[in-house]
């Protein structure tokens, strides 16, 4: 039995906070006999927990514990087994990992033939005009590469041909692409004459042809189409669809152990339907939710933020999400220099550095914390520098704790400003397993050995470095390690990602 399945309710600080003098209170639940730890300094280990309704009553030796307990107590003996506090999924999308449970799901999925199979079979039970959704293929991953392909992304043909009725809308793993079929591309309006947005890029072969895949910026039209059908729902069939992802998953988390989740980035509507859940007892984990939205949008709408410990400390959005670029994988990371294999091209800057720098203001105005995507090094950089500029411009704000949500890949020269700016590295170690196939590819062997997934020397730096999945990225599953590379993918030195002090 997993121990989480004895711990699932107990949150990482309750134990923190417990460990002391027992309390006057009996306690309804005691689990004895265990090894138990604690994430307490003073106290890393104990035998013994007393619980009394959702809070710790004492944590410390059977004896001391025992004597809380009263004639209607459930005693509970672990037999010696392991148990810890919940874990905290420091980085993910909660109603994206909900969305993934529900439509189809190719994080495992090993070529696009697989990918096609499993869109036919949906389109045979798909109503007339309704949308086929699905996430987590990723081209560098797959057993072989496509005959007809354009930097390893297939042609749309044998998509559209498998559903030629009904559009068909597929997120890359990393959520900075999606491929779209014939159907789709027509509902969005993308002909031969569609210019590629600021910030985003059509895929398109030598004929300037649309091959079906929109990276960054350029998937706003798919998702407008997207939006228009689901406009054409009621709002209780769009409600329900929403819980039913939702209440699956707090299920996903609470059975891989995961007890707090901190969700980056949600919209106002979002974060209403959670805070109202969590005030009515019906969130079954902590929620930690960063408020995602433009500057414009949200200039005139943080009166009533932050938002802390809501619902029985089951909810707080005390945290702005904004970025700088996109994925690395699908080209989208903003680098300093050109890409390994796609020598022309720097990546995007999807979000003006005007805009992040007014959204900072709008921070710290509120008291809230700044986290920012950043994947590539020049990213990363622009994100230090505008925090720092913040910074200096409110020298009496103190131990703010902005974050650089993944902080993948970064110029050494900017490792050291992560501690002296009090910056947390917001990053997922399972991205660097999980990416190994085409990082030495995308950035050159060099670049790759000396920034790219720098924990190690983040953390000799003495910056703050916290762990996720980002789900649903990759699983939300905290256990794995690594996710081994595709045959195709051929030798990958994964310990050069692993930089140590140069």
């Known amino acids: 039995m997993r121990f989480t399945t004895i711990l699932t309710c107990l949150a990482l600080w309750l134990f923190c906070s417990s460990c002391g003098k027992p309390q006057e209170e009996k306690a309804d639940t005691i689990l004895f006999n265990g090894n138990i730890y604690t994430v307490a300094e003073a106290q890393p280990t104990a035998q013994a927990i007393a619980i009394r309704g959702d809070r710790i009553l004492l944590v410390g030796s059977n004896e001391a514990v025992k004597a809380l307990a009263h004639d209607k107590t459930e005693m509970i003996d672990l037999q010696g087994q392991f148990a810890m506090p919940g874990f905290i999924e420091g980085h993910g999308h909660f109603g994206g990992l909900g969305s993934s449970l529900i439509n189809l799901n190719f994080l495992q999925s090993k070529n696009w033939e697989e990918i096609v199979a499993a869109v036919a079979e949906r389109a045979k039970t798909a109503k007339p005009g309704e949308w086929i959704i699905g996430r987590g293929w990723h081209q560098e991953k797959w057993d072989h ?12 043909d044998e998509l559209s041909a498998a559903s030629p009725n009904n559009p068909v809308m597929l997120s890359h793993a990393s959520g900075h692409s999606l491929f779209a079929n014939a159907k789709a ?10 210019p590629n ?8 072969d ?24 689901l406009n054409t729902l009621s709002p209780e069939a769009k409600k329900q669809q929403w819980r039913k992802g939702i209440e699956l998953a707090q299920q996903e988390c609470l059975k891989k152990g995961i007890t707090s989740f901190q969700d980056a980035g949600s919209d106002f509507e979002v974060i209403e339907d959670y805070k109202a859940m969590a005030e009515k007892g019906e969130l079954d984990l902590r929620l930690w939710v960063m408020v995602r939205h433009s500057y414009e949008e949200m200039k005139d709408n943080l009166s009533d933020f932050p938002i802390i410990n809501a619902g029985n400390h089951f909810f707080t959005s005390r945290a702005i999400k904004t970025e700088l670029d996109g994925a690395l994988g699908s080209y989208g990371a903003w680098l300093l220099a050109p890409y390994n294999d796609k020598k022309d091209f720097v990546g995007q800057n999807t979000t003006p550095i005007e805009e992040v720098q007014n959204i900072a203001k709008l921070a710290i105005d509120h008291g809230m914390q700044m986290c920012v995507h950043a994947i590539g090094d020049r990213a990363n950089q622009e994100t230090l520098n505008i925090c720092e500029q913040t910074f200096a411009q409110h020298p009496d704000k103190k131990d703010l704790r902005w974050r650089i949500e993944h902080a993948q890949h970064l110029d050494p020269t900017d490792i050291p400003r992560f501690k002296q700016l009090g910056v947390i590295a917001a990053m997922q170690g399972i991205h660097c397993t999980s990416d190994a196939p085409f990082v030495v590819k995308r950035l050159g062997e060099e670049r790759s050995r000396a920034g790219a997934y720098p924990w190690r020397s983040l953390l000799d730096a003495g910056a703050v470095v916290n762990n996720g999945t980002d789900a649903p990225v990759e699983d939300v599953d905290p256990y794995p390690l690594s996710t ?3 045959p195709a993918a051929g030798p990958t030195r994964v310990s050069s990602f692993f930089p140590n002090k140069r």
């Open 185 to 194: 591309m027509e509902l969005a309006g993308i002909s031969a004459e569609t």
């Open 145 to 156: 590469t496509p005959q007809r392909q354009v930097l390893g992304y297939p042609y749309h």
């Open 197 to 204: 947005p600021v910030g985003g890029e059509i895929v398109r």
């Open 484 to 486: 081994p590379p595709s």
């Open 206 to 229: 030598s004929r300037k042809q649309a091959i079906g895949v929109f990276e960054e910026r350029a998937m706003r039209p798919i998702y407008e189409a997207y939006q228009a059908y």
